[in-house]
């Protein structure tokens, strides 16, 4: 859990706060009520109160309704593809046919990633559908149903995002380096590592199963957060190497 507290610590705010939101939804869904009202989760839940009344309060970033534009066109460009493939389902060319079936189910896959409205960089399942687009099957097919300009569209629009996105990371990247020192981020994070250490240990030694499935699905959890968190910190840090070399 090392690399997880380590990825944690360096994430900027948005991405912290967000981690925190669905780790309380599974919190919640899992229903323990001993844990709701155990010292280690009532200290924690009191910092978070605290730093989330803040960041409602005082925090905005200039480059929000952008972003909001960005999501709604690549949400629309992905739904014109979509339909465009599903209207090749009931062809009468069996190429087509074939063609359609195979994007139409890698379209399904991935569906709710461009459906999410929240502000957010590439995470590994949106990387890895871009890398598929990318293989010979699927470029067949693309090419078989003469759909490169839906899917180009698709990609620049992804690309537009993305590039905004990292532009907000920057942005926010200089308020993160005062909030990351201050003492209450610094006491949220160290709340949250003794939250989910407590989870580990009770999951251990009591009998209880749901301390065992909340455990196992918060690991879960946080295995995706340190996916999409090496993405995102990979793009950052090559956007700002490769500002660098431009100057």
């Given at each position: 859990m090392s690399k997880f507290f380590t990825f944690l610590g360096r994430c900027v705010l948005d991405n912290l706060l967000g981690y925190i939101k669905e780790m309380l939804l599974v919190i919640s869904a899992v229903n323990i009520p001993e844990l709701l009202t155990s010292k280690t989760y009532v200290k924690f839940k009191g910092v978070y109160d605290d730093i989330l009344l803040g960041y409602k309060q005082?925090?905005?970033?200039?480059?929000?309704?952008?972003?909001?534009?960005?999501?709604?066109?690549?949400?629309?460009?992905?739904?014109?593809?979509?339909?465009?493939?599903?209207?090749?389902?009931?062809?009468?060319?069996?190429?087509?046919?074939?063609?359609?079936?195979?994007?139409?189910?890698?379209?399904?896959?991935?569906?709710?990633e461009f459906s999410r409205k929240t502000i957010s960089g590439s995470t590994s399942l949106l990387v890895r559908f871009i890398a598929l687009l990318d293989e010979p099957e699927c470029k067949a097919a693309i090419a078989t149903l003469k759909l490169e300009t839906k899917v180009a569209q698709l990609l620049k629009d992804e690309g537009e995002y993305e590039s905004v996105y990292?532009?907000?990371?920057?942005?926010?990247?200089?308020?993160?380096?005062?909030?990351?020192?201050s003492n209450l981020r610094?006491?949220?994070?160290?709340?949250?590592?003794?939250?989910?250490?407590?989870?580990?240990?009770m999951a251990a030694e009591q009998d209880n199963p749901k301390w065992k499935e909340l455990s196992n699905k918060l690991a879960i959890l946080n295995s995706k957060f340190e996916q999409?968190?090496?993405?995102?910190?990979?793009?950052?840090?090559?956007?700002?190497e490769d500002k660098q070399a431009s100057k």
């Amino acid at each position: 859990m090392s690399k997880f507290f380590t990825f944690l610590g360096r994430c900027v705010l948005d991405n912290l706060l967000g981690y925190i939101k669905e780790m309380l939804l599974v919190i919640s869904a899992v229903n323990i009520p001993e844990l709701l009202t155990s010292k280690t989760y009532v200290k924690f839940k009191g910092v978070y109160d605290d730093i989330l009344l803040g960041y409602k309060q005082d925090r905005k970033n200039p480059y929000t309704e952008k972003l909001q534009e960005k999501i709604r066109k690549r949400k629309l460009s992905f739904k014109a593809l979509s339909l465009a493939v599903k209207s090749f389902l009931y062809s009468d060319i069996a190429a087509e046919k074939q063609a359609a079936t195979l994007l139409n189910r890698l379209l399904l896959q991935y569906s709710d990633e461009f459906s999410r409205k929240t502000i957010s960089g590439s995470t590994s399942l949106l990387v890895r559908f871009i890398a598929l687009l990318d293989e010979p099957e699927c470029k067949a097919a693309i090419a078989t149903l003469k759909l490169e300009t839906k899917v180009a569209q698709l990609l620049k629009d992804e690309g537009e995002y993305e590039s905004v996105y990292l532009q907000s990371v920057d942005q926010d990247s200089n308020s993160d380096n005062v909030e990351a020192s201050s003492n209450l981020r610094k006491k949220l994070e160290e709340s949250l590592q003794e939250l989910l250490k407590f989870v580990d240990i009770m999951a251990a030694e009591q009998d209880n199963p749901k301390w065992k499935e909340l455990s196992n699905k918060l690991a879960i959890l946080n295995s995706k957060f340190e996916q999409s968190e090496a993405v995102r910190q990979t793009a950052l840090k090559k956007k700002r190497e490769d500002k660098q070399a431009s100057k």
